[in-house]
């Protein structure tokens, strides 16, 4: 145990040791500022204990050794004179080792997350404590002691772990009789009492925990034992037997995050596959959606047993759902290595994925004002999935939705965008910005404006990446507006007529080739900083602006990849010019005149930085850039 060092003190059969630095700041957080939410204690381990019993029956299945002729079951006592409250179960149990890892440390179980996660709101932060694996700790917030009697499946020793929560704990071997599974004795404090209630014991567990599907029995101080909770599974009942706050406190329960779900997916499957799905997507984000290892947390059960919750049963695009599946169809010894390559599973799997887009494509058609407010929290979530090699990509598409430069307060989906195409036009326009204002003020859209052609406004930082592995949709190509080779002509008609004109005398001056002399002055001053100069044809504003040719790395896209140090250097990008600028014009106007070659010098390195500056990247030299901007203004008073 790397985390819980043995103090000095030993005997014989009990060592003392120190919680894990982490564990303290958790304790302290219970005992004092999350005081008042003391009925979540009983919740969590009671669900603690239920997880017990559910992994003791898998593990049965592989080895029925480890078995024992007792119903599974949890049992809760209290005790008036000695004022303590009890929590027992007959499941997989704890050795000193788990003992050791599981109440010592918390290390791994995202302690440093939960303590950033909390509110001040004691309602909301309570909700965190299961959601990050920290529910056994609750049990300080109503008791001065705890202590917890365990023996381990399939071992002989029998140990107990007690604490004060006050920095420290001890273990020692115990001759307590338990056949296997795990005691919790909760010595309570004076303004714990409500514990002692039988009636407020029920309360809690009809409020909390009736939904779980393992018996939950009151003994009583005369001996007699009463089931409290239904212990039936809720996903085996029709939708039709189902109050909406059972199946919300089904989701409380499987996902630990507050409120109602955004939707609730409940279905019963039968023919080829049978199985059963009660799926929900939340309303809020959940706190480990950017995770590094981006895992599912849908449990996997097979007729109503408890099988794994590490098996993926969605992508990882979809790791925001929480639930249940159960299915008919997997025998119940099956090994989780099996599982990972199982064509049964893999049908449902994919079953579920088809589900999932359908219900929520349903939502959209139904209510899309709700629904954006899904694609606001989860949104670029679902899109990692366009990434990834998948079958389901029309029907993410479909489902997916954009800001654009018609629309930039309004989310549209692409049957919309698609809607608005110009004369003409056959591609999907799209741009990639840190932001929609910055998007709005690109230069790279003047042209597209200027001719009522709708762009895409991708700000995700995923977009970057799903543009790259998907040419098209509905036979329509996808095309950033940063390329060097559009040419927006023939498309559709230009909204007023100064920008017609513009564009008539843009043509006229490509024709006459009249700007090759000041296309080869801009190179032989920026020289390997651009790769080429070119006349644009989507300019009306600006004078110049960055471009890339087509099949090239997007701008933003090449940052990225240079800050994630992906790649060692960016590539040399082509400068357009726009003819129709009065800079511009001045430029090529002054090209003989050796008065206005250094000015011209210092206005093509000038202009160069500031295309460089609109697009995101990094000038050559702020100091020179910033002399030249002081001589340019010295001038312009001097003029």
Same mark, same amino acid.
């Given at each position: ?23 303290? %700041? ?85 302690? =440093? ?77 004076? /303004? ?33 034992? =009463? ?21 919300? /406190? ?42 590094? /290892? ?132 056959? %591609? ?17 859209? =003047? ?56 564009? =008539? ?14 296309? %080869? ?119």
């Amino acid at each position: 145990m790397k985390n819980a060092k043995p103090n000095t003190t030993e005997t014989a059969s009990q060592t003392q040791y120190e919680f894990d630095v982490e564990v303290g %700041k958790i304790l302290n957080l219970m005992i004092n500022s999350l005081y008042t939410n003391k009925d979540v204690a009983l919740r969590e381990l009671i669900s603690n204990a239920s997880d017990a019993c559910d992994k003791l029956r898998y593990l049965c299945l592989q080895n029925p050794q480890l078995g024992n002729e007792e119903e599974l079951k949890v049992t809760i006592s209290n005790n008036a004179k000695a004022k303590t409250l009890t929590v027992q179960d007959n499941g997989i149990g704890m050795n000193k080792e788990d003992l050791l890892e599981n109440l010592g440390t918390i290390a791994h179980s995202g302690t =440093e997350n939960f303590i950033k996660s909390l509110t001040g709101d004691n309602k909301k932060d309570v909700q965190l404590i299961g959601q990050f694996g920290v529910g056994f700790y609750s049990s300080f917030m109503i008791a001065n002691e705890v202590e917890v009697i365990s023996k381990k499946a399939g071992e002989d020793k029998t140990y107990c772990w007690k604490s004060a929560g006050q920095g420290n704990f001890t273990i020692e071997e115990t001759e307590d009789a338990v056949h296997s599974g795990t005691k919790i004795i909760l010595h309570l404090k004076d /303004d714990a009492k409500e514990f002692l209630n039988n009636f407020h014991i029920t309360n809690i567990v009809e409020t909390y925990s009736d939904h779980i599907d393992i018996k939950i029995e009151l003994i009583e101080e005369d001996g007699k034992s =009463e089931t409290i909770n239904s212990s039936g599974a809720i996903w085996t009942k029709s939708p039709k037997d189902i109050t909406e706050e059972q199946y919300q /406190d089904f989701y409380k329960h499987t996902s630990h995050l507050p409120g109602a779900p955004f939707m609730t997916i409940h279905n019963k499957v039968e023919g080829v596959l049978e199985y059963t799905n009660l799926l929900f997507i939340p309303s809020i984000k959940p706190f480990d959606l950017f995770h590094p /290892d981006r895992k599912g947390r849908v449990k996997l059960y097979v007729k109503k047993v408890f099988i794994s919750e590490e098996l993926s049963l969605t992508p990882a695009w979809l790791r925001f759902i929480r639930g249940i599946i159960d299915s008919q169809d997997l025998p119940l010894n099956i090994s989780r290595e099996t599982l990972q390559h199982n064509l049964v599973l893999e049908k449902i799997k994919t079953a579920i994925i088809k589900k999932i887009l359908s219900e929520l494509k349903k939502k959209s058609e139904k209510n899309e004002e709700e629904y954006i407010k899904f694609w606001n929290n989860l949104g670029a979530v679902v899109k990692e999935g366009l990434c990834e090699p998948t079958n389901f990509k029309d029907q993410i598409f479909e489902i997916s939705r954009f800001y654009t430069s018609k629309s930039p307060e309004k989310l549209v989906s692409l049957k919309e965008y698609l809607e608005n195409l110009q004369e003409g036009q056959d %591609k999907i326009y799209y741009i990639t910005a840190e932001s929609i204002e910055k998007a709005k003020t690109s230069p790279q859209l =003047e042209g597209f404006l200027s001719k009522g052609i709708e762009v895409l406004f991708l700000t995700d930082a995923v977009d970057e990446f799903w543009v790259t592995v998907n040419s098209s949709y509905q036979e329509k190509d996808f095309q950033s507006v940063t390329r060097a080779d559009i040419d927006l002509e023939k498309i559709g008609k230009t909204q007023d007529k100064t920008a017609e004109n513009d564009a =008539e005398e843009n043509t006229k001056d490509v024709t006459n080739n009249q700007f090759d002399d000041l296309k %080869k002055l801009i190179k032989e001053v920026l020289q390997d900083n651009v790769k080429d100069i070119r006349i644009s044809k989507k300019l009306t504003d600006s004078p110049v602006c960055l471009a890339v040719e087509s099949g090239a790395m997007d701008i933003r896209m090449e940052r990225y990849l240079l800050e994630q140090k992906q790649i060692l250097s960016g590539s040399s990008k082509i400068l357009e010019i726009n003819p129709n600028h009065n800079i511009i014009k001045n430029l090529n106007e002054n090209l003989k005149n050796e008065a206005k070659k250094a000015d011209n010098i210092l206005i093509i390195k000038t202009l160069f930085d500031q295309a460089c500056i609109i697009e995101g990247e990094a000038i050559l030299d702020n100091k020179d850039f910033s002399q030249r901007l002081v001589k340019l203004m010295t001038n312009a008073f001097a003029n």
